[in-house]
């Protein structure tokens, strides 16, 4: 009731995130605040592309999911396509709930933090601006095809805050 967010402090005494007061109660590792603090001297701003999607990290699903995905299409370390937004530039190229990305213009990505760390220094990197688009190429496995596929996203860069428009594709094709 009382606590507002703060540092997170590991076991050796250094600070590593920090907490926010969200419901879900949120990290936000050290690496991604160090990022947001470059972009914010540098430009004003802390400005990133944005994909249209929502994942979850393979290795913190659960061990018996962990284990289904691994056996059905040998994979086990990515990111699950949690949801798609509707009408974004992924949904277009067919990205799909279930669908499972490995790698981010040749990076392999196997947890959010990498994904956001990739993300922020894309824009730092040599951005041409807010609101500018960038291609990003995307290493997918589309669960329903069972199939590896290279794809480029081109995705716009924004200082607004990600908003994932409910409404894509359920992975057993039906539309919700």
Known sequence: ?????GPVIDFDGKIVGMVSNSTRGSIIPSSILLKCLHL???????????????????KLLDPPLIEQILVKCSIDSGLIVQEV??????????FRVGDVIECLNGKHVSTTVELENMLLSKYVEG????????DIEVWV???RRSLWRSKTLTVKVSDDAEVIVRGGYHP?????
């Open 1 to 5: 009731m009382y606590d507002n967010g």
């Open 40 to 58: 914010w001297k540098k430009f004003g701003r802390m400005s990133r592309p944005h994909l249209g999607l929502k994942f979850s990290a393979i």
């Open 85 to 94: 937004s509707e009408g974004s530039p992924a949904e277009k190229l067919g």
């Open 127 to 134: 951005s041409s601006g807010l609101n500018s688009e960038v």
């Open 141 to 143: 496995f589309h669960m």
């Open 172 to 176: 057993f094709g039906q539309k919700t």
